[in-house]
């Protein structure tokens, strides 16, 4: 059994697909610990309906940046993880925890990257009238919204489209791919060559929400 350690900061709708997922498709993985850095963090409840163990980790209890980062990569590291997920995580990893869980920290960005990096994608994607949008799972590396892509996710733009319109249409396309993105990892199916990402055997790493306005 391979072991999935998750962090979440808010709503927690990636974890709940991904436990979902783990338990539907019975995967040779278990989810052995949510780590939440907001006590108030919605995907708490999801964890426990799931009977998952959380850790809180308050950022703010912390005295400084280092405390914290210190902390968490304690904590994360000692659960042995095979595998890091990050879902809806809002706090900058630090380089030593980035480096030591290399290739196997895992990422979901709302946005077709390398498009639209950073915060208020959504918005962005509005503002600059394009017709597709999606999300990207990625490794993560030191520098944000870059790693080696491992899948994307592609929904259409419509013109009345506004911020939570097109946020719920791309957090359908997250569901499916994360946990997608995760079952390949399990079954060791993911490759990295020259920062390249493929699946063996070969499977399709593109997916696109049905075009129905
Ligand atoms: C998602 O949009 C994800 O792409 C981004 O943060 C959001 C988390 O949502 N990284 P949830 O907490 O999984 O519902």
């Given at each position: 059994?391979?072991?999935?350690?998750?962090?979440?900061?808010?709503?927690?709708?990636?974890?709940?697909?991904?436990?979902?997922?783990?338990?539907?498709?019975?995967?040779?993985?278990?989810?052995?610990?949510?780590?939440?850095?907001?006590?108030?963090?919605?995907?708490?409840?999801?964890?426990?309906?799931?009977?998952?163990?959380?850790?809180?980790?308050?950022?703010?209890?912390?005295?400084?940046?280092?405390?914290?980062?210190?902390?968490?990569?304690?904590?994360?590291?000692?659960?042995?993880?095979?595998?890091?997920?990050?879902?809806?995580?809002?706090?900058?990893?630090?380089?030593?925890?980035?480096?030591?869980?290399?290739?196997?920290?895992?990422?979901?960005?709302?946005?077709?990257?390398?498009?639209?990096?950073?915060?208020?994608?959504?918005?962005?994607?509005?503002?600059?009238?394009?017709?597709?949008?999606?999300?990207?799972?990625?490794?993560?590396?030191?520098?944000?919204?870059?790693?080696?892509?491992?899948?994307?996710?592609?929904?259409?733009?419509?013109?009345d489209d506004t911020q939570p319109t097109l946020e719920q249409r791309v957090l359908q396309i997250e569901h499916s791919i994360y946990p997608q993105a995760i079952e390949?990892?399990?079954?060791?199916?993911?490759?990295?060559?020259?920062?390249?990402?493929?699946?063996?055997?070969?499977?399709?790493?593109?997916?696109?929400?049905?075009?129905?306005?």
């Open positions: 059994m391979k072991k999935i350690v998750i962090l979440i900061s808010g709503r927690g709708s990636n974890l709940r697909s991904i436990l979902q997922a783990q338990r539907l498709k019975a995967w040779e993985a278990d989810t052995v610990q949510v780590i939440a850095n907001r006590p108030q963090a919605h995907g708490i409840a999801v964890a426990k309906e799931f009977g998952v163990p959380v850790t809180i980790l308050d950022h703010q209890a912390c005295h400084s940046r280092e405390e914290f980062d210190a902390q968490l990569l304690e904590k994360t590291q000692s659960f042995k993880p095979d595998l890091v997920v990050l879902a809806g995580f809002m706090r900058i990893l630090s380089q030593e925890f980035v480096q030591f869980f290399q290739h196997r920290l895992m990422n979901i960005h709302p946005s077709l990257l390398p498009s639209f990096p950073g915060l208020k994608t959504h918005a962005a994607a509005i503002a600059t009238g394009v017709k597709w949008h999606g999300a990207t799972v990625h490794f993560v590396t030191q520098e944000m919204d870059v790693g080696p892509i491992i899948a994307q996710g592609a929904v259409p733009v419509f013109p390949w990892f399990i079954q060791g199916r993911l490759h990295i060559e020259h920062g390249n990402v493929r699946v063996e055997p070969a499977q399709q790493q593109f997916f696109q929400l049905p075009i129905t306005p």
